[in-house]
């Protein structure tokens, strides 16, 4: 990306940064001291920090209103962002830029990312090569060219695109509504060569030139675009400087979706013409007119008023993300844009937000007034300072609440789903992160090979009544759905013992006759079992009774650490860190499935045998509980009032039915959730 948000003095022999200002400076750690004591001594001022690894490399570049406390929550693990834990096992040391203000550092921060492009930021893929359409204003007569180059001083661009294809049509679209010339004409180049020689002769002579009429005397020959009607005659000297320039004033005006105004102006020279009797010229207006109606008829209007808004949706996955830009101009849509950003659930939806504006809007020249998005950014304030520098009128950040925006809005965030979907099929992503996943596995649990095929069980209850064990299996890294298993636990229970009914279900599922089943699928790689020692003791009684190796290890419920036979101290697997995911999928894809069981058997079977298993209440006292309530879903909404208030149900019995739909009521949404 390019420094156009602003330029940073750089000399490779000091190796130092300035502010835009002037009055930056960069300082470089002690070595003598510790990481922390050196932090310490950094000042309270604003400014850029740049974490280094041990060769010096930047791996991630921030910004702060105060430099020292904003590093040091790094230093103390404050920052509960996943990939912190990660970034801080690789720095090994630091240099700070001071500020003058916040919105200064913002704009460093910008110029210090795209110049070293850390890993631990967020950036866009393969943002090098994004296509472009650039007109050439620093040349008397501007050309309109498709390209991928860096921005260059005298060049507007308008993109980035997503869509090569689409940016080259835009080109020959626009060439058909204004007559432009083309960078890539032969004719056009040679006849600014011969302006640029004429220019430098007049600069040593103190004169100034005539474009047109040196193109006349130069006696060239038309293009080919300006017989068919899409070049001005350039060539030939047929056109002003001054008179071009009309032509590329509503050139921007339509590429920057100003279309209304650029219509009527178009309207008004056609009636003019006819009023003329310029019958021929009135022709060729009315067929770029024409051209532009097409083009609106495909543009479905979006929004009531005529707004310039752009509309920015994200969709995230573990480690990627993408973002879907619509660029609505006087209500339409008149372009869109997918992005594929290299981070996603390991950083938080406002640094992501954040990250991707500063990205996009560094290069676009194509700022609005106004930016819809899901959740405005932590910085936002400084955001909306520079992109309202950038703009030169005010910019806002806006977050809607109802109705059409609203519902552009859900638009967007869909077409950035489809989007990551449709990269993720591309390059094999979810398989790249699957093998990744696996070794990771291999090499934290120290097993023999990657396990391919990993089981995993969980044991859900309903207030100690109605015991299930749930199957997961994955292969591959990947869901096998096929082999999925439910076991109702069939040990006598007076409360929840999950110790008894892991042993059960394992007991069973380890059997012999079920090891030979092909049912059951193949012995697994890796048994996982979701709660931690209690039921790793369970499993590994299990499995020697049985005379089975199988490693095992048991996750624990609130910190994701797995507890494993040869250690004490469990294994914590690094933090935003591809194995890591696939357990917790593991462990969530158990939990739905042992509590989302089908609605016939959950209003059914389920909810009858509940009710037959609690004390106290026998075929008639049900009878008078379905009476009262109607279903099972009202009987679990009841308060234990309402319980106590059905003829023949004691207050004994009340308490138990109630708490026992209490517990059943928990479960089911805990499902619900884990389901989402």
Partial sequence: MSDSAGDIPHTNEQDSYRAKSGQGTETSQNHELSLAEQVEQVPTEPGCYLWKDITGRVLYVGKAKNLR?????????????????????????????????????????????QRHHPPYNVALMDDKSYPYIALTKSDAYPAIKYTREKHKPGTRYFGPFTDARAAREAVELVRKITPLCAASCAEWRKCTRVL??????????????????ILQKEGGRPCFDSHVGKGPGVCV??????DYAVHVRQVEQFMAGKRSQFVAELTDEMTAAAAELDFEKAARVKRRLDVIESLFSSQRVV????LDVDVIGLWREETIAAACVFLVREGRVVRSGE???????????SELTSSFLKRYYSESTDIPIEIDVASTPDDTEHIEAWLSERRARAV??????????????????????????????????????????????????????APMRIECFVISTIHGKHTVASMVVFNGGHPDKSQYRRFKIKTPLDEANDFLSMSEVLGRRYAPERMADGRFGARPDLLILDG???????????????????????LAKSDEELFVPWDDTPVVLPSGSASLYLVKRLRDEAHRFAITFPRELRDKA??????????GVGPKRKRALRRAFGSMKRLREASLEDIEAVEGISADVAREVYETMRAWEAELSAGDNTSE
Avoid: W
């Fill in 69 to 113: 406390a904003r590093m040091l929550q790094y230093i103390r693990r404050e920052d509960d962002r996943a990939m912190i834990g990660r970034l801080m096992l690789e720095v090994a040391g630091f240099d700070y830029v001071v500020a003058s203000t916040e919105h200064e550092a913002l704009v460093l921060e910008i110029n210090l990312i």
């Fill in 196 to 213: 640029a020689a004429h220019e430098q002769n007049a600069t040593k002579e103190d004169k100034a030139i005539d474009p047109q009429h």
């Fill in 237 to 242: 000297g047929a056109l002003s400087p001054e």
């Fill in 303 to 306: 929004l009531s008023a005529a």
């Fill in 339 to 349: 992005f594929i950003l290299d981070k996603g659930l390991d950083v938080g939806e």
């Fill in 396 to 449: 806002s950040l806006h977050i809607p609440q109802r109705g059409q925006r609203v519902q552009l809005l859900e638009m967007a965030q869909s077409n950035a789903r489809h989007a990551l979907m449709r990269h993720s099929l591309r390059t094999g992503y979810e398989d790249k992160r699957s093998n990744q996943a696996l070794l990771e596995l291999e090499n934290a649990l120290g097993l023999d090979d």
């Fill in 532 to 554: 931690g020692k209690p039921q790793l003791s369970a499993a590994l009684e299990q499995l020697e009774a049985l005379g089975l190796n199988i490693p095992v290890a048991g």
């Fill in 606 to 615: 389920m909810t009858v045998s509940i009710l037959d298993e609690i004390d």
